[in-house]
């Protein structure tokens, strides 16, 4: 709601009564009832084999988008139009930083190696194979109606995963390895295709030399080097501020405004600075969670996190239902319908450059990763390297906002290749999220349940928004399948305890008063 609520200033509203306040009043409504019908739904699907909440939430953006476009005549199927701006601005922050916020860090860096070789250097293969294979084929079809750096810009859109749909998909009880891989996956993935699309913008594509790859590869690493360096120092700030003024002491209320607003300032700094403000505000919450979150009261604890895993999933659904809507916008398919079959030659190409650039990166990579682990029972079965190719092939939030953000102006487009760009990416993001949803859960219980699925396991079964900072925090894993992460681990743990958590808190900081006026509340 928190996401809704401060868009309303930058929404452009569609026309369905005579006057702009019944018209704000009656449009908003409806939105807002659609996005309560996709979390009811969601519920009462949440067992099913078939159906994610992002598909539901699709189906009911189409069938809406559908009866909007009757009772319009084919005028529009929207219920609201707003900036892509909208995107980055209020959307995407609270979904990277809850992914942020609630790894597990322990299992993430159990599998650094394997997550950082997918994340990063498979993004990076993903991006060169969709960039140059779309600037090839699309010479088939006389489709010379984008510039090169709409082709690398496309590269990046394309590399960026969904992790949150796929975790709808995966469970970390049944298969806490492909869990664990997959997510931090995802969430490096975002990151890393997002400073690539940031990167692009600032490359002069005119004249390529030897001196300009070098140079882009100097900014990407300095986007990367740089935001996660302003992430890390607004997250540590927030923990020393709590830390000393105590805020628990007077208000649990507080202790969560401040680290939703120091959260969402570490990403607003990023881009006044022309930085990545995902990366920024990614690395921000993993921070957090590491110091920031043990300062505060335990009532705080438990209401900071599931608040901010709950403005990541209306972000989310936010995102999907208008996606739903936007398929049908009858202005980019005029555009795009002056020639159906290199749309159709678009999408197709896309879509088969999105498998093979998967493909590409996650059987080679894991036979690398492989090379690092111990024993077989270790080892990323190729069974699982399957999994964790399909699961990753679903497009979503990151791709739309990045899509928007170079092929439309205020949610609209005028041009026939920016107008086939954005069908073909609702296009690929709608095939991908409901036949990678429909079939994901299929393709896991028969290649992988009922089999031993890794010898990592979790230990808690209690609910992972309050299970996952002891089982994160806990003593260094001996079993540790990754020796240089095991011994990185160690020193840095060493390091933490003796530097950094004495002025930053942390594990082992009780900031519990027992006369604070809202404690008491706040258990409510």
Aim: aromatic letters at 12%; one cysteine or more.
């Amino acid at each position: 709601m928190m996401a809704l609520n401060s868009s309303l200033g930058v929404m452009k509203l569609e026309m369905f009564s005579s006057s702009p306040d019944s018209t704000s009043v009656d449009s908003i409504t409806l939105f807002v009832l659609l996005l309560c019908a996709c979390v009811l739904i969601g519920h009462l699907l949440e067992k099913s084999r078939w159906m994610t909440e992002s598909v539901v939430a699709l189906i009911i953006g189409l069938f809406t988008g559908t009866i909007i476009l009757m009772t319009t005549r084919g005028k529009s199927s929207h219920i609201l139009v707003f900036d892509e701006e909208l995107f980055f601005i209020y959307l995407l922050p609270p979904i990277i930083f809850n992914a942020g916020f609630q790894v597990k860090k322990k299992q993430f860096f159990r599998n650094f190696l394997a997550i950082i070789l997918y994340g990063v250097i498979g993004s990076l293969i993903s991006f060169i194979i969709v960039s140059l294979g779309s600037l090839q084929l699309f010479k088939t079809l006389d489709l010379d109606l984008m510039g090169l750096a709409d082709y690398f810009a496309l590269g990046a859109v394309f590399s960026a995963t969904d992790s949150v749909c796929t975790l709808q998909v995966l469970n970390q009880e049944e298969t806490p390895l492909l869990y664990s891989l997959v997510f931090g996956e995802g969430v490096v993935n975002d990151a890393t295709s997002v400073v690539l699309f940031n990167a692009i913008q600032k490359f002069d594509l005119s004249h390529i030399t030897s001196v300009n790859v070098l140079q882009f590869i100097g900014n990407f690493f300095y986007l990367f080097l740089t935001s996660t360096f302003l992430g890390v120092v607004v997250g540590l700030l927030s923990a020393y501020i709590i830390k000393k003024l105590y805020f628990g002491r007077h208000s649990t209320d507080r202790e969560i405004a401040l680290m939703i607003l120091m959260a969402y300032f570490s990403y607003m700094l990023a881009e006044l600075l022309d930085l990545s403000g995902i990366l920024t505000v990614f690395f921000c919450g993993i921070v957090m969670s590491h110091y920031t979150w043990h300062n505060v009261t335990e009532s705080s604890r438990i209401t900071s996190r599931h608040a901010f895993a709950t403005f990541s999933f209306v972000s989310e659904i936010f995102i999907f239902l208008y996606v739903g809507m936007d398929a049908l916008d009858m202005e980019k398919w005029r555009f795009a319908s002056n020639s159906p079959w290199t749309l159709l030659g678009a999408c197709g190409i896309l879509l088969c450059l999105v498998l093979l650039g998967r493909a590409a990166f996650v059987f080679p990579l894991s036979f690398i990763a492989n090379l690092f682990r111990k024993s077989k029972a270790d080892k990323i079965a190729f069974k699982q390297q399957v999994v964790i190719w399909w699961a990753g092939l679903m497009r979503g939030a990151v791709s739309i906002a990045l899509a928007y953000n170079k092929f439309t102006r205020k949610g609209h487009t005028q041009l026939q290749g920016n107008a086939i760009m954005i069908t073909s990416t609702i296009t690929v993001v709608l095939f991908t999220n409901v036949v990678g949803g429909l079939l994901t859960k299929p393709l896991i219980r028969s290649l992988l349940v009922g089999n031993s699925m890794s010898s990592d396991s979790f230990s808690s079964k209690t609910l992972p928004l309050l299970s996952s900072r002891q089982e994160s925090e806990s003593n260094i894993d001996t079993g540790n399948p990754i020796d240089s992460s095991q011994v990185v681990h160690h020193y840095w743990r060493r390091f933490d305890d003796r530097f950094m958590r004495p002025m930053f808190g942390g594990r082992g900081f009780v900031p519990v008063v027992p006369s604070s006026p809202t404690e008491g509340s706040s258990l409510h």
